[in-house]
């Protein structure tokens, strides 16, 4: 691979990331404690972008299989994108945030599975470039965290009742837009099916790919405890507003070094039961670390397991989705891939840590209180199920999965 189209692919996954970045660790802080929102309207607020990518993904997968090249559906979607974040980071109210949120999901939701299928397009050995390209979102995942802990201690973007975080996400997306009509050309397939989708839907007949897709939706319910409840948790537990964005890095740093290095060596020496199965059940460990919930310094560092547990199930899963893919559906398979986890999983799973945060809330006159240990034990049993259950009933037998198993 050229080194123009790696340091091209590698922004674009920067960006991609680092708008992603800006807000989903910490807004649900900025909901609960700036805005005053329930955990079921936290939780709803994180539930838009995974509608949006029940709705959108398969239709920007189509457009991008069939009709428009892949990079000029990024840059429009992205532009659009980051007008809306502009505006939601204004609003104070729950039915504001909540509609111009829902906007901004509809453009960004279907970027996710198409910056991975131009990815794949143009690189040469997906097991040993997409990784060192992909890391690339998680510094941008990063960078986004430490301007966000910049401007807030020396005061730069203080704005009362206007979301720093959205203000950075809208600046990025912008950016990512103008930025993409340099991506290589990437153009419609042509396929000979004009449903690409339904030809994807077609996968779920082969066994371990339907219990890979079963299993991995099951996960990603569980994935939103850590999205929709950690920033208000960790402030909880004595960690200033201030310092959570850059606290809040340690899980993406545990990914790079996951990413450049565990993942390169054991991923063609495992199969891929195996390395999914080591990204389930990272999850489990660092929920009964939360659910103990001190040293604070510990409940810190367990950040790093959200990183391996991460780069082992994600992106494994999407070399995995691409390696049974044909190659003119694979934009499609990705956009299902998208919809099962960030999608259906991720939708209800924050509505569903929403109500669980509500019902171990006891409220009183003066305050209310989280029994943030119940809480967490709650993920914990359902991703150690899951872990098992991928060890046990996962076995891809398909010669197209040999790439990704060895």
Known sequence: MSWNLRWRLSVMMFLQYAIWGAWAPVLSGYLQQT?????????????????????????????????????????????????ALFV???????????????????????????????????????????????VFGTIGWIVSGIILTLWRSTGLMTMVNVSDSLMLAAAASVLLGALSLMLPHTPPSKSENPLAFLKALSLLRNRAFLIFMAISFIVVTELQFYYVLTAPFLQYIGIRSSKLPLVMTIAQAAEILTMAFML??????????????????????????????????????????????????FVVGQIYVNSVAASDIRASAQS?????????????????????????????????????TAVFLVPCAITVTCALAFLVAFRPTRPGVQSVQA
């Open 35 to 83: 805005l005053h929102m329930t955990g079921l309207q936290t939780g709803a607020i994180y539930a838009l972008l995974p509608l949006a990518c029940i709705i959108s993904p398969f239709i920007g997968g189509q457009i991008a299989d069939r009709y428009v090249p892949t990079q000029w559906f990024l840059a429009a979607a992205h532009i659009l994108g980051g007008g």
């Open 88 to 134: 939601v980071a204004h609003k104070t109210g729950f039915t504001e945030v909540r509609n111009w949120m829902l906007i901004y999901a509809l453009m960004y939701a279907p970027t996710l599975p198409l910056t991975n299928s131009l990815a794949f397009h143009h690189v040469g050995n997906a097991e040993k470039d997409f990784g060192g390209i992909r």
């Open 264 to 313: 390169p060596l054991l991923l063609p020496k495992l199969e891929a039961r195996r390395c999914l199965a080591i990204g389930v059940i990272a999850w489990p460990m660092r929920y009964a670390i939360f659910a103990l919930g001190h040293p604070v310094w510990l409940v810190a560092a367990s950040l790093a397991l959200h990183g391996l547990g991460y780069t082992f199930f």
């Open 336 to 372: 299902l891939l998208t919809l099962t986890t960030l999608g259906l999983g991720n939708f209800l799973g924050a509505f569903f840590a929403g109500w669980v945060q509500d019902y171990f809330t006891v409220k009183t006159a003066a305050e209310a209180t989280i029994n943030y």
